[in-house]
């Protein structure tokens, strides 16, 4: 009984903490048929930034491997991956940020897709790199956000 009380004494406090921190780790990013329902973030995607973060070379840099008549001001839209045109009527917001977290979940380790929120980014990493991840979870979820508005 009283290991019991311990027990969810301290799960409490682990709780708190999670909901403290509103942002969810890598590390505890849960997948469930290939979606993620729950946003990684408290503050909600914001397509108008997940727009910027997709076209900027140092970030997203989504452009290098999709196509995406939405920014056809950008010049060189690579082939590598499908065109991005119509992606939010194709995939549910769940299974878009499984795709931009971890894309290996959703399509197979052999994609060249980087899992732009997860830890296993390969091996020999850079060393400043290791424990980082491409995105922070509040890009990912802004460019959720904009995926969702490519129909
Ligand atoms: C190095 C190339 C590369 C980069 C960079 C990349 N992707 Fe991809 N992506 C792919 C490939 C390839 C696929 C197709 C899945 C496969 O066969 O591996 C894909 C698939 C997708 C799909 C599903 C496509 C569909 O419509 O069915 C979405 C959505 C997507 N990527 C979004 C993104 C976003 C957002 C970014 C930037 C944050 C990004 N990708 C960066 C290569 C890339």
């Known amino acids: 009984m009283i290991r019991k009380l311990v027990l969810s004494a301290?799960?409490?406090?682990?709780?708190i903490g999670v909901v403290a921190a509103d942002v969810t780790a890598p590390g505890d990013v849960k997948v469930e048929n290939l979606g993620i329902s729950a946003p990684?973030?408290?503050?909600?995607?914001?397509?108008?930034?997940?727009?910027?973060?997709?076209?900027?070379?140092?970030?997203?840099?989504?452009?290098?491997?999709?196509?995406?008549s939405d920014l056809k001001d950008q010049l060189f839209h690579g082939e590598v991956g499908p065109g991005l045109d119509?992606?939010?009527?194709?995939?549910?917001?769940a299974q878009l940020r499984t795709i931009v977290v971890n894309a290996k979940a959703v399509f197979s380790d052999a994609t060249v897709m980087p899992g732009f929120y997860s830890l296993e980014v390969g091996e020999n990493v850079r060393k400043d790199l290791v424990g980082k991840t491409i995105l922070t979870a509040q890009q990912v979820e802004d460019i959720v956000a904009y995926l969702t508005t490519l129909k």
């Open 40 to 68: 990684l973030t408290a503050q909600a995607g914001d397509p108008a930034e997940g727009r910027k973060v997709f076209a900027n070379r140092k970030q997203g840099n989504c452009l290098a491997c999709h196509a995406n």
């Open 10 to 15: 301290v799960s409490g406090i682990v709780l």
């Open 86 to 93: 119509g992606a939010g009527s194709r995939w549910s917001e």
